[in-house]
């Protein structure tokens, strides 16, 4: 899979500059606030400015976001796969009430393959993760905010290693992809990042031996 990272929110020009990369999947740390209100009103037009990005680059674009429903306020990342929004997963894991809490994790069946999406703060539950790669994902894809330190890298190359799967993720600033095997393949704070990703999980045979439960 051919994956694009862009780790600087803004649409305006964006499609102009990942022409040339011909992206598969492109993810985007955050563009705001999307009110929902305003979309149906037609006084902002974010929800379709995201779908006419993955109409132009003929591919799959996650957009991380902030989403106001009445005063409910989450954080969020928009899906889109040629000029059509597939849907919008919401932050499940909200710390100290920083926002409020959406319910449930999604894949996303595309043309790039089945793809698992993370939000923000989800990123710090491993069983977020594992929800996902028993949904049968082939790859993570995670909308963030500031990264911290190095935990958000740790963690990922953990997830990768645990789950055999590879988690990309673009944040404020900061873009990150471990592989299925738990390396690293790229840490970078440069606005557009284009990389191939092996999209194939990784199975292996693992036997236990305990006591107990015997018939």
Known sequence: MRVCLVNEGKLSG??????????Q????????????EKEIEGKTGRL?????LSQRLSCVVVCGCETD??????????????????GISDMS???????????????????AGRLGVLVGEDLYFPEAVKVLVQSACDLVLCAF?????????????CYSFCY????????????????ADGSVLLTTPRKIETTEVGGKRRFHLIETRRSGCGK
């Open 14 to 23: 964006l499609g102009e500059e990942l022409e040339g990369e011909s992206p």
């Open 25 to 36: 999947i492109v993810c985007i740390s955050s563009v705001g606030l999307v009110d929902y």
């Open 48 to 52: 379709r400015a995201v779908a006419k």
């Open 69 to 86: 429903a009445k005063g409910l306020r989450r954080r969020s990342a928009i899906v889109s796969e040629g000029g059509r929004i597939l």
């Open 93 to 111: 894991h909200a710390i100290d009430g920083n926002c409020n809490c959406g319910f449930g994790l999604k894949c996303y069946d595309t043309a």
């Open 145 to 157: 905010g500031k990264i911290e330190g190095d935990k958000e890298l740790v963690l990922m190359r």
């Open 164 to 179: 055999g799967v590879c988690l990309c993720m673009a944040g404020e600033g900061y873009s990150q992809i471990t592989a």
